[in-house]
């Protein structure tokens, strides 16, 4: 097959195709944002992908099986007939206008196909922890030996599994998980009028960790289900800062399953209530105001609305502003520094990997204490270096989020796939450098 020199929108469609992927969930395997692979569908040869998308198609092309380049090359040759443009628009157009796998992959069944489709693309990861029991307690919470907890032991033992989660012990968080659904039904059940309100902020706080974990491992269908929880527990509760906070967990599980508009239009419309309904006169209001915003701002960029992900990093920038410290209010670690670490993941979701270098040389590192947000930073810088061709500090980077969590690079696919895609471009010694890497970490290349 004739090695591609220089990408076209075509070249990127015909891959696509190849794939058999719809817009979506070709532009999340990329880490693309979606508006720009619905550009390169409808422009063809009119249009160039960025450097940095140049060498993303590159790694997929490299990974992909003999059958999926077979297709690719005869796409390739019709395409070049003359056909492009109108195969491209056909393909596109039944997921044109919505956040849904092209293919109708809407709902729990959609979510499975693809995470399978996702799962299968990549070159290899290492086993990922037992979720079954979780998602068991998640389905069934109800069971007749479940431990019987005061509210103040269920706000310790949730406080404990938000610790663990924060500081990337993500196995020990699914162990906990298992026996606090239960508890927690039980706490519902036993609760005293008068205590009715904190039980379900404590449940809105619960199923806020089972969804973050849960997308951690990338179990994204059955994270919306847990948000889902998450908000409705928070509406019960009648407490503005936990139905924000709830919001939170529900817009990074829209964004998860590539429902990017939603995801901005929640944040938004959830931010401006608690903004409203509290004026913002406690530390935990601004904070998770503030938090809120800045999730909404990673939902713009990934569909590529720069002016709406600007204008969110301002309001937050305003709201860190105000907080005037970086905390841990209501367990979202926000401040001025968790805004920096937004600004770079949002230069990435738009493609500038040299913008999202640059940011995080400014991060004061001495005041990211929460480790699962210093491995995210170094994570995104890994990202950043293997988009730009830059593999060995790519390495580097990927090996400091190792040292910092092992099980953010262990335990997540997308973190996975890091080392994957450098050990495919990398060459020499920085491949094998790679290659000795991934054994250490558990990662099958």
């Given amino acids: ?28 395997h990329l880490g693309a944002a979606r508006r720009t692979v619905a550009k390169w569908s409808s422009q063809g040869e009119n249009i160039l992908p960025r450097a940095d998308m140049q060498a993303a198609l590159d790694t997929v092309l490299a990974r992909a099986t003999p059958d999926v380049r077979e297709r690719f090359e005869d796409l390739r040759v019709t395409d070049a007939g003359g056909t492009t443009v109108h195969a491209a628009l056909r393909d596109a157009a039944p997921d044109a206008d919505t956040a849904v796998d092209g293919h109708g992959d809407s709902g729990s069944d959609g979510d499975v196909r693809r995470r399978d489709l996702l799962r299968g693309a990549a070159i290899g990861v290492a086993a990922a922890p037992n979720v079954a029991p979780l998602l068991d307690a998640l389905v069934s919470p109800h069971h007749s030996n479940a431990v019987a907890l005061s509210v103040q032991q269920l706000s310790r033992a949730v406080a404990a599994a938000k610790i663990d989660y924060q500081a990337c012990r993500y196995e020990c968080v699914l162990d906990r998980l298992v026996t606090l659904l239960p508890a927690l039904e039980e706490a519902r059940a036993c609760a005293e009028s008068e205590q009715r309100a904190q039980v379900e902020v404590l449940a809105t706080d619960l199923y806020h960790v089972v969804g973050s974990v849960l997308l951690k491992i990338g179990d994204r269908g059955m994270a919306l ?18 139905i924000a906070a709830s919001a ?18 929640l944040a938004g419309n959830a931010a401006g209530v608690l903004g409203r309904d509290t004026r913002l006169t406690s530390a935990d209001a601004v904070a998770v105001y503030g938090a809120l915003v800045l999730r909404g701002a990673i939902a713009a960029a990934r569909r590529d609305d720069r002016d709406t992900a600007q204008a969110m990093l301002d309001e937050a920038t305003r709201a860190a502003v105000r907080l005037g410290y970086d905390g841990n209010d209501r367990w979202t670690g926000f401040g001025a520094t968790n805004v920096l670490l937004h600004r770079v993941n949002i230069a990435l979701a738009l493609g500038d990997a040299g913008t999202a270098i640059a940011i995080a040389r400014t991060v004061p590192l001495d005041k990211l204490t929460i480790a699962e947000r210093k491995a995210s930073l170094y ?21 400091t989020a190792y040292e910092v969590a092992p099980q953010e690079v262990r335990c997540r696919p997308a973190v996975q796939r890091i080392a994957g895609d450098l050990a495919l471009v990398a060459k020499g010694s920085v491949r094998t450098a790679v290659v000795d890497f991934a054994q250490g970490a558990g990662i099958q290349l």
Avoid: C, K
């Fill in 1 to 28: 097959m004739a090695a591609v020199t220089t990408w076209t929108g075509r070249d990127a469609n015909a891959l696509r195709r190849a794939l058999r992927m719809s817009v979506t969930a070709f532009a999340e």
């Fill in 225 to 242: 289900v847990a948000a889902e929880r998450s908000t409705r527990a928070a509406v019960a509760s009648q407490d503005p800062v936990a």
């Fill in 248 to 265: 939170r967990i529900m817009t990074h599980a829209l964004m998860s399953n590539g429902h990017d508009d939603q995801a901005v239009t």
């Fill in 379 to 399: 994570v995104d810088v890994a990202r950043a270096y293997a988009q730009w061709g830059r593999y060995e500090h790519g390495l580097t980077a990927l090996r």
